[in-house]
C-alpha cells in the first residue's frame, strides 16, 4: 500500500526532471525571457537573439514538447507565448541563485520593439511604402 505512494512521487520527480531538461540550456532560457513580456514570433526572436531561424525553432521545439511554449500561426507569422507562467518564478529563482555581487542590474528586457525586426510587432503601423 505505501508503494503506490513512492512510485506517485518518482513520476512527480521525473516530471520535474523532464521540466529542468527543458530549461537546461541558455538559449531556452533567453527564449523564454523574451516571452515573459508577451508572446512573440520566430523572426522577433531571431533577430533578438541572434540566432538563425533553425535554432531557435529547434529551442522552441523543445520548449512545446515539455508544455511550456505555444504556438499560434497568424499569417505568415508563427508566435510563441508561455502557457506555463510558473516557469518564471524557476528561471527568478535561478537567477537570484546565480546572481553575482552588486544590485540586481536590469537583466530583464521585455519584449519591446527591436530596430532589426520586421515582425508586425516591431513595426505595427504599416503606412509607409518604400520606393
Ligand atoms: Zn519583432
Known amino acids: 500500500m505505501t508503494v ?24 531556452r532560457l533567453a527564449i523564454l525571457d523574451i516571452l515573459r513580456g508577451g508572446e512573440a514570433c520566430v ?15 529547434q529551442q522552441l521545439m523543445v520548449l512545446r514538447d515539455a508544455g511550456l511554449v505555444q504556438d499560434r500561426r497568424d499569417g505568415w507569422n508563427v508566435f510563441y507565448h508561455v502557457i506555463q507562467p510558473q516557469v518564471f518564478a524557476i528561471l527568478d529563482a535561478a537567477r537570484l541563485a546565480t546572481a553575482q555581487s552588486g544590485p540586481s542590474s536590469a537583466g530583464r528586457k521585455a519584449a519591446g520593439r527591436l530596430e532589426n525586426c520586421a515582425c508586425p510587432n516591431c513595426c505595427s503601423d504599416s503606412g509607409t511604402s518604400p520606393g
Open 43 to 57: 523572426c522577433h526572436l531571431e533577430a533578438a537573439l541572434s540566432y538563425r531561424q533553425a535554432y531557435i525553432s
Open 4 to 27: 503506490q505512494t513512492l512510485t506517485i512521487t518518482e513520476s512527480q520527480h521525473e516530471a520535474e526532471a523532464r521540466l529542468f531538461k527543458a530549461l537546461m540550456h541558455p538559449a
